[in-house]
Nanobody, 118 residues
Framework: VQLQASGGGLVQAGGSLRLACVAP???????????MAWHRRAPGKERELVAK???????MYADFVKGRFTISRDNGKKTVYLSMNNLGPEDTAVYYC??????????WGQGTLVTVSS
C-alpha cells in the first residue's frame, strides 16, 4: 500500500498540528481492513510507536502522547489522521505512518517533519 504523509511543519510549544496519511491508490475494500499507525523518530533516537487504530477503530497510544494526540481514520477518504495538541520540543521528530494488512504485511509512508520550538 502506497502511503503519503503530510501536515508537518514548524510550530511553537503549546501549539497544534494535524498530520494526514493518505493511501491514494487504495480502494475502500483494501483500506478499511488495514491497521494504521503513526510512528516517529526523533534526532538521535530510535523509531517509536505513537498511536495506532484498528480496522474497527480501536485505538492505542504511547504513554507520552496520551491526552494530547488523537488518531482517527476516514475510510472513505482512505486517510488516517494524527491530531497533536500541546506540542512540546520533545515531540520534534519525523513522523511516519504505516499500514498493516490482515496478513501482517507492513507498508510505510515517507515521513513528515514536525519541529516544535520552545
Amino acid at each position: 500500500v502506497q502511503l503519503q504523509a503530510s501536515g508537518g511543519g514548524l510550530v511553537q510549544a503549546g501549539g497544534s498540528l494535524r498530520l494526514a496519511c493518505v493511501a491514494p491508490r487504495a480502494i475502500l475494500s483494501t483500506f478499511s481492513p488495514l491497521e494504521m499507525a503513526w510512528h516517529r523518530r526523533a534526532p538521535g533516537k530510535e523509531r517509536e510507536l505513537v498511536a495506532k487504530i484498528t480496522n474497527d477503530r480501536r485505538t492505542m497510544y504511547a504513554d507520552f502522547v496520551k491526552g494530547r494526540f488523537t488518531i482517527s481514520r476516514d475510510n472513505g477518504k482512505k486517510t488516517v489522521y494524527l491530531s497533536m495538541n500541546n506540542l512540546g520540543p520533545e515531540d520534534t521528530a519525523v513522523y511516519y505512518c504505516s499500514a498493516r494488512s490482515m496478513s501482517g504485511a507492513d507498508s510505510w509512508g515517507q515521513g513528515t517533519l514536525v519541529t516544535v520550538s520552545s
